[in-house]
């Protein structure tokens, strides 16, 4: 062999040892390939700072032997079989295994999820349903569980019942989605065979209890009256006074004298002012988590867009603008884009 291709030859020996593959075995400083990469990667896993480039480097080392001493093993800063083994179990212990269940008699998606303290639409994406069929027998994946039928914290979630009174326009499909539930659960709750519903009708809407309840009791003092006076007309189904006809109706209606000022039932920012159709001038307050409220029928407007109001703020006064009867606030308060009973939430 010629001095120019052994001089060639040894060139390319050093190359390969400089970027040798280290794919198995022990693992130390200089080392590179998709092995290191796998190391690094399982390191940043389990919290330590750390790229995955391949490179087995000065961070590497450092991140290895944290590992090694919080692991209880001789700390050396390379990484042999006990080593690999301490990080394998390191990390079955920290992954979250998903629970399989079985689909009883009587279940629906939407009493699984709430069984099981997790979404409807977690549910089925993690179990590639669409719809709401499901039959006893079937087996399910209960995403992020490790086999606990309780909620965070340890607590059981139940299923407790709330009324929904259908609108004109609405289906059974918008209802379940607004309420995370199934058209399968409405279905069963209310005994109905068919998609038929009628604006009047009382749906009746499982629920988690816990969620419920911590809902009501975080919310039932969120809100203060926006003006003093009698309700003349409550949150549902009920006879339009200027058209006649039955229609739901969204908020409360608070009787007040021409004039009166209006306050903010909240600390918020203004969203919306102006001309709303039957409402006339409104306000609208964003009160963050996703609440808002409404206040319609105003005379005058006493707040711009995009102003900070503190509770109790003058936002506005009394009137009958749009389509009213009389003097009055119409009163409305919207949770994630949802009317919501203001009853359930003023103090």
Do not use: C
Request: proline share 3%.
């Amino acid at each position: 062999m010629s001095s120019k291709l052994k001089v060639l030859a040894l060139l390319m020996i050093m190359l390969l040892a400089i970027t040798t593959v280290a794919e198995a075995g022990v693992l130390r400083n200089g080392d590179r390939g998709s092995a290191v990469e796998e190391l690094q990667q399982n390191l940043s896993d389990l919290g330590y700072d750390i790229s995955a480039d391949g490179i087995f480097g000065a961070g590497t080392e450092q991140a290895l032997r944290d590992f090694q001493e919080s692991a209880g093993l001789s700390v050396d800063g390379v990484y042999g079989d006990q080593t690999r083994q301490a990080l394998k179990e390191e990390l079955n212990s920290n992954s979250s295994e998903d629970n399989i269940y079985t689909v009883q008699p009587g279940d629906t998606l939407t009493i699984i999820a709430i069984n099981h303290d997790v979404s409807l639409n977690e549910l089925r994406v993690a179990n590639d349903v669409d719809g709401s069929t499901i039959h006893p027998g079937d087996e399910l994946v209960i995403p992020g569980e490790n086999g606990s039928l309780t909620g965070q914290g340890g607590e059981e979630s139940e299923v407790e019942e709330i009324t929904h009174n259908v609108r004109s326009g609405e289906a059974l499909s918008t209802i379940a989605r607004q309420h995370d539930t199934d058209v399968a659960t409405i279905r069963e709750y209310n005994n109905i065979t068919g998609d038929v519903i009628r604006a009047g009708d009382e749906l009746v809407i499982p629920v988690s209890s816990r969620n419920n309840s911590s809902q009501r009791s975080s919310s039932s003092t969120n809100f203060d009256w926006p003006v003093e006076g009698n309700i003349t007309s409550d949150y549902g189904n009920r006879r339009h006074p200027v058209s006649g006809r039955n229609d739901f109706h969204s908020g409360v209606d608070i009787a007040a004298p021409h004039g009166t000022t209006v306050q903010a039932a909240a600390s918020g920012t203004v969203s919306f002012v102006g001309w709303m159709g039957g409402y006339g001038r409104v306000v609208i307050i964003d009160h963050g988590n996703g609440y808002e409220t409404l206040y319609a029928h105003n005379s005058q407007i006493l707040v711009n867009e995009g102003q900070n109001v503190n509770r109790g703020s003058a936002i506005a006064r009394v009137g009958t603008s749009g389509v009213a009867t009389g003097p009055h606030v119409h009163f409305e308060i919207h949770q994630n884009g949802n009317h919501q009973n203001p009853m359930n939430f003023l103090r």
